[in-house]
């Protein structure tokens, strides 16, 4: 099961260091979008201390801390390939984009870091954005990649993460939907062309493959 999708604005690269001892900080990431799935607490479950709003605050606080590693990835990647990042999201034409060759990975996370167990992370870089799953350990991480090589384009397209205008954090409803038809509940599905073209025409998405 995948336990959340993370949607970030990446941060810049390591900016000089300024005169003195201190090193200075890469700028930070921004969350965009989140999402958490998960199951009810079974009955009898008894509620941690502080309620629903301290639930909320504790999974923010998660999601920051792997949009934080997700960015740290995709630097010490583009690092090694000579593609310093850069923190400004590119205006780009209408036409959508190839992400053929858009790099990605995976890494773990130990119990507690941030979950109380352990949990896998696929992450996929898109310029300077990244879409992240947060799984299971024993899920299929080949699935988890295949599911952000969907989720990707036709998130870009139909937020116009990629142009002016960029609405992500106005329109939460359509990143809702989408999730909704490719990752019900939180289950990676294996879906055929013929759904996945009648879905893009059923909401308007013009996707790159």
């Given at each position: 099961?995948?336990?959340?999708?993370?949607l970030?604005?990446?941060g810049?690269?390591?900016?000089?260091?300024?005169?003195?001892?201190?090193?200075?900080?890469?700028?930070p990431?921004?969350?965009?979008?989140?999402?958490t799935?998960?199951?009810?607490?079974?009955?009898?479950?008894?509620?941690?201390?502080?309620g629903?709003?301290?639930?909320?605050?504790r999974?923010?606080?998660q999601?920051?801390?792997?949009?934080?590693?997700?960015?740290?990835?995709?630097?010490?990647?583009?690092?090694?390939?000579?593609?310093p990042?850069?923190p400004?999201?590119?205006?780009?034409?209408?036409?959508?984009?190839?992400?053929?060759?858009?790099?990605?990975?995976?890494?773990?996370?130990?119990?507690?870091?941030?979950?109380?167990?352990g949990?896998?992370?696929?992450?996929?870089?898109?310029?300077?954005l990244?879409?992240?799953?947060?799984?299971?350990?024993?899920?299929?991480?080949?699935?988890?990649?295949?599911?952000l090589?969907?989720?990707?384009?036709?998130?870009?397209?139909?937020?116009?993460?990629?142009?002016?205008?960029?609405?992500?954090?106005?329109?939460?409803?359509?990143?809702?939907?989408l999730?909704?038809?490719?990752?019900?509940?939180?289950?990676?599905?294996?879906?055929?062309?013929?759904?996945?073209?009648?879905?893009?025409?059923?909401?308007?998405?013009?996707?790159?493959?």
């Amino acid at each position: 099961m995948v336990r959340a999708f993370v949607l970030l604005a990446l941060g810049g690269p390591d900016p000089p260091a300024p005169p003195g001892p201190a090193p200075s900080s890469p700028a930070p990431c921004r969350v965009l979008y989140a999402r958490t799935f998960g199951t009810p607490p079974r009955p009898g479950t008894p509620l941690r201390p502080g309620g629903p709003p301290r639930q909320r605050l504790r999974r923010k606080e998660q999601l920051l801390a792997v949009a934080r590693q997700v960015a740290s990835q995709c630097r010490l990647l583009q690092s090694s390939l000579g593609r310093p990042s850069s923190p400004q999201l590119p205006q780009l034409p209408d036409e959508p984009i190839s992400l053929q060759d858009a790099p990605g990975g995976l890494f773990q996370l130990p119990p507690g870091d941030p979950f109380p167990e352990g949990t896998t992370v696929a992450w996929l870089s898109v310029l300077a954005l990244a879409f992240a799953l947060v799984c299971d350990p024993q899920e299929n991480l080949l699935l988890a990649e295949i599911t952000l090589r969907r989720l990707a384009p036709r998130l870009l397209a139909s937020l116009r993460l990629l142009g002016p205008g960029a609405d992500v954090l106005l329109r939460p409803e359509t990143a809702d939907l989408l999730l909704d038809r490719l990752l019900p509940h939180g289950q990676m599905l294996f879906l055929n062309e013929r759904f996945l073209q009648a879905m893009d025409r059923e909401m308007g998405i013009k996707a790159s493959r």
